[in-house]
């Protein structure tokens, strides 16, 4: 916030330029990308809404790193998914992957 400044004034201010901010409850935030996914818990999340364009403060909390490792999912394990769920393979297969192999969380996650 800007310092000297009175709160209402402030928002008055943000509302005659179309600015909209909006506090986002929020546990956890996950950033995902390609080798790891950043996780922020605690976090302060703000959305900024101003001529179209959405952006999203996020602030305070505590940051750990989880690296990606690829873990090799056999068609085995796929087909056994596939039979415990009724899914397909396709669906299977994500949920191998987003469990990180793991086959009891992937048929847990379809069910």
Same mark, same amino acid.
């Given at each position: ?16 330029? #179309?600015?909209?901010?909006? !506090?986002?409850?929020?546990? @956890? &935030?996950? %950033? +995902?990308?390609? =080798?790891?996914?950043? /996780?922020? $818990? ?17 602030? #305070?909390?505590?940051?750990? !790193?989880?690296?990606?490792? @690829? &873990?090799? %999912? +056999?068609?085995? =394990?796929?087909?056994? /998914?596939? $039979? ?28």
């Amino acid at each position: 916030m800007m310092p000297n400044m009175d709160p209402r004034a402030l928002k008055r201010m943000m509302d005659s330029m #179309g600015m909209k901010n909006t !506090e986002i409850p929020a546990d @956890k &935030v996950v %950033i +995902s990308s390609a =080798d790891k996914d950043i /996780v922020i $818990e605690g976090a302060s999340v703000t959305l900024i809404e101003m001529q179209g364009n959405k952006t999203f403060s996020i602030s #305070g909390g505590s940051v750990s !790193e989880v690296d990606k490792a @690829k &873990v090799e %999912i +056999s068609g085995d =394990d796929v087909r056994m /998914v596939m $039979e415990k769920t009724n899914a397909d393979e396709q669906k299977a297969r994500q949920a191998l992957e987003e469990s990180n192999g793991s086959i009891a969380d992937a048929i847990l996650k379809l069910s």
